[in-house]
């Protein structure tokens, strides 16, 4: 596609259940980020995936969040028994080269837990 | 913790005027980036500065670096409506792919 896409534009669940985000990037990509973005703030950095190397984690809240991709194509961000405060925007964007050059974000996806 | 800041928080002018926002940062960097966020296109890259790059233009954007303080400015001159939105500094980290970002300038051009 012509740019990073994500789905749902708009996810509204209750506490406790779990959700998937999902994330298109820009085909050619090899890294691909997600961040979170609470209202008013900046972005959070949550998971990097470059290629076929493990992914770095290291910016996950807690053991409720995972990510996947597979290859170099699709990912989808789990959030399992959610809670009130994971309520925010979720961010994925690409980037052609994995390094801290130009990325390209998604719409998002706005979550809302209550 | 953080690593770029931006100030102020919010401005707000009347469309045809300059707008001015600052960045600072903590630690060294490779490069430093702006982006832009509105409601109708989501986040978009503006520019990229290297650190060895002490200004850069792109039509009515220019930023500028100075490493010794760890501060960028982005002016964006003549402003127009459609300029209204949150910018964020975005700087490379030790872990060269990770961007730390600031809380962003929210910006309004008033008619």
């Known amino acids: 596609g012509a740019g990073v896409s994500q789905s749902p534009s708009n996810k509204v669940t209750e506490k406790g259940k779990d959700v998937e985000l999902r994330c298109d990037p820009i085909s050619g990509h090899t890294a691909l980020y997600w961040y979170r973005q609470r209202l008013g703030q900046g972005l959070e950095f949550l998971i990097y995936f470059q290629g076929n190397s493990a992914p770095d984690k290291s910016g996950l809240p807690s053991d409720r969040f995972s990510a996947e991709r597979t290859g170099e194509s699709v990912s989808t961000l789990t959030i399992q028994r959610t809670q009130q405060e994971d309520s925010a925007v979720y961010l994925c964007a690409s980037s052609g080269i994995g390094g801290s050059g130009e990325q390209y974000f998604g719409p998002g996806t706005r979550l809302t837990v209550t | 913790s953080q690593q770029g800041e931006e100030d102020p928080q919010a401005l707000s002018i009347q469309e045809g005027e300059n707008a001015t926002m600052n960045c600072s940062y903590k630690?060294?960097?490779?490069?430093l980036q702006w982006y832009r966020q509105n409601s109708g296109r989501g986040l978009v890259h503006l520019i990229l500065?290297?650190?060895n790059e002490r200004e850069k233009h792109s039509g009515r954007l220019r930023v500028t670096l100075d490493t010794s303080k760890k501060s960028s400015s982005l002016l964006i001159t003549a402003s127009r409506a459609a300029d209204t939105a949150s910018y964020f500094c975005a700087t490379d980290s030790s872990q060269r792919y990770q961007l730390i970002w600031g809380a962003g300038t929210k910006l309004i051009i008033k008619p």
């Open positions: 500065i290297r650190s």
């Open positions: 630690t060294s960097i490779n490069n």
